[in-house]
């Protein structure tokens, strides 16, 4: 079965660092661009970073820019979200998804799909 699935969530203090990670079962993403989503409760999913299918280039939602960094392990298969200064906002459930079609930069949210299951992120101020 071809899968993401998503690992690391948990509850932290404002302030506090985190790591996400989301692993490929069953395919290979080397040739996709990646990207990891958020949903708080009432409030709709949002983008919150990418990264090119060569780990050339990221992009990140203003909300999280100078605090996560994205990053693509192509020889594990796997992306990872490192959460620092994490902020009571940043509360939700956190996706990873690859982008529908090959060598794409990640630029653009809606091209995103194969959303894994999520992993659940608290931080408590």
């Known amino acids: 079965q071809e899968r993401l699935v998503e690992s690391g969530g948990g509850l932290v203090q404002a302030g506090d660092s985190l790591r996400l990670s989301c692993e490929a079962s069953?395919?290979?993403?080397?040739?996709?661009?990646m990207g990891w989503f958020r949903q708080a409760p009432g409030k709709e999913r949002e983008f919150v970073a990418s990264?090119?299918?060569?780990?050339?280039?990221?992009y990140y939602a203003d909300s999280v820019k100078g605090r996560f960094r994205i990053s693509k392990d192509n020889a594990k298969n796997e992306i990872s979200l490192q959460m620092n200064m994490t902020k009571p906002e940043d509360a939700a459930v956190y996706y990873c998804?690859?982008?529908?079609?090959?060598?794409?930069?990640?630029?653009?949210?809606?091209?995103?799909?194969?959303w894994g299951q999520g992993t659940q992120v608290t931080v408590s101020s």
């Open positions: 998804a690859e982008e529908r079609m090959p060598y794409g930069l990640g630029s653009h949210a809606r091209n995103f799909a194969s």
């Open positions: 069953g395919h290979s993403v080397s040739r996709k661009a």
């Open positions: 990264i090119s299918w060569d780990g050339k280039r990221a």
